[in-house]
């Protein structure tokens, strides 16, 4: 479908029919906080129709303010055919697939691989991550499993249970996808489990689904965009379109073929660059304070204000790290009393599902630690904290 064409059926929502003028590039950028401020099923602000024959998804956020998106029927069947598209260079007829992302839980990504890896010729094991690592490792050696599907964090925390209990699988490629993929990850992941290919097979976000992907000829962080599906901008920081390559912006999407809930102009809250390979960009990691690791998501403010709610913190920052087998959180704070770091990591995790699980599972670790006032990292100009420091490579 055309832009205009989104453009114009978009008009029929309450929430768009304020936004929407008659230059494409005024339109305000849409953020994950429009989404929840907009509730469903309280508000039908952001529908074009009445809502029936849809399916209803979760995008993240806190226990209290979900974040939901609707797909139609069709949309997410076409969604699904998209991903098709993008999975078709990186499957042959040998590949024995195991689907590891979680189902349940509002998620979409679990069901869309499904959904286009029936389109393929190949033998799918539609797994989960929610079973045991012992249980996938049994199923593999079964069925001769050897190609894996699922989160970077998920897959490297069964790496390690692997390395650990010196199981050995013959895993010929790895697919990826929901979180970005460190070189000291995929480094870990080629030793472990002796895959020769690591590819992302999906760029994409539960709000408007997949956008970008990697072929075999795609290097680093570079991916094809899914042009027909998406309409892709990288802006700068004054929120002006960037034309040329080498300049890293905010990547900003616009569906062009959801209709049900329009998702047009889009802040992602990725950092992106055009790429000679392939007519695609490049990722240049997570912008601003929004969270995205070990299978959670979240935004700084979300953390700050159950902090903020359990002691006297005059600042904190939230580091993210990685070691070879999980992902790490540090939130250290300056606090004018002391506090009760197992305390409030309690807290957290309590607030946090997804976070919990995340833990739960071995793929992600929450440290709390106090500093003294005045030593966490300040700019020389500003003397501001940054709320978020990201120390994760990608690959």
Excluded at 139 to 166: C, D, H, K, R, W
Excluded at 181 to 209: C, D, F, P
Excluded at 281 to 297: M, N, V
Aim: glycine share 8%; with cysteine; hydrophobic share 35%.
């Amino acid at each position: 479908m055309r832009l205009e064409e989104i453009l114009d059926i978009a008009k029929k929502s309450k929430f768009y029919s304020k936004r929407i003028g008659k230059k494409f590039q005024e339109i305000p950028l849409l953020k994950k906080e429009d989404i929840i401020e907009n509730p469903l099923p309280k508000s039908s602000a952001m529908l074009t129709k009445p809502l029936r024959k849809a399916y209803i998804y979760s995008s993240g956020g806190t226990t209290r303010k979900p974040a939901y998106t609707i797909y139609s029927f069709e949309e997410f069947d076409r969604s699904t055919e998209v991903l098709t598209e993008m999975l078709s260079p990186l499957i042959d007829s040998s590949d024995v697939i195991a689907n590891l992302h979680i189902p349940g839980n509002l998620w979409t990504a679990y069901y869309a691989f499904c959904n286009a890896l029936e389109r393929l010729d190949c033998l799918l094991l539609p797994i989960g991550g929610g079973v045991s690592f012992d249980s996938i490792a049994d199923t593999l050696e079964s069925f001769g499993g050897n190609t894996l599907i699922g989160v970077p964090s998920f897959l490297v925390a069964f790496s390690n249970y692997l390395e650990q209990n010196q199981i050995k699988l013959e895993i010929k490629k790895i697919l990826y996808g929901g979180e970005f993929l460190s070189v000291n990850s995929a480094e870990m992941l080629k030793r472990v489990t002796g895959a020769k290919e690591i590819y992302s097979a999906l760029y994409g976000i539960v709000e408007s689904g997949p956008i970008a992907s990697q072929c075999k000829k795609c290097e680093g962080t570079s991916h094809h965009i899914a042009q027909d599906y998406h309409y892709v901008e990288i802006l700068d920081e004054n929120l002006k379109p960037i034309e040329e390559k080498g300049k890293v912006g905010r990547v900003v999407i616009t569906n062009l073929d959801r209709t049900l809930m329009p998702i047009i102009r889009f802040d992602t809250g990725d950092f992106g660059e055009w790429s000679d390979c392939c007519g695609g960009f490049e990722l240049r990691g997570r912008a601003g304070t929004h969270i995205q690791i070990g299978c959670c998501h979240l935004t700084t403010d979300e953390l700050e204000s159950v902090v903020f709610s359990f002691c006297r913190p005059v600042a904190m920052q939230t580091v993210l790290t990685q070691t070879s087998s999980k992902d790490c959180i540090l939130v250290q704070i300056e606090s004018l009393g002391e506090v009760n770091e197992k305390l409030l990591k309690e807290r957290i995790t309590d607030e946090f599902k997804d976070m919990k699980a995340s833990i739960d599972k071995k793929i992600l670790s929450l440290r709390i630690k106090q500093v003294p006032i005045g030593t966490l990292k300040r700019d020389r100009k500003t003397g501001k904290i940054k709320k978020l420091v990201d120390e994760r490579r990608i690959a």
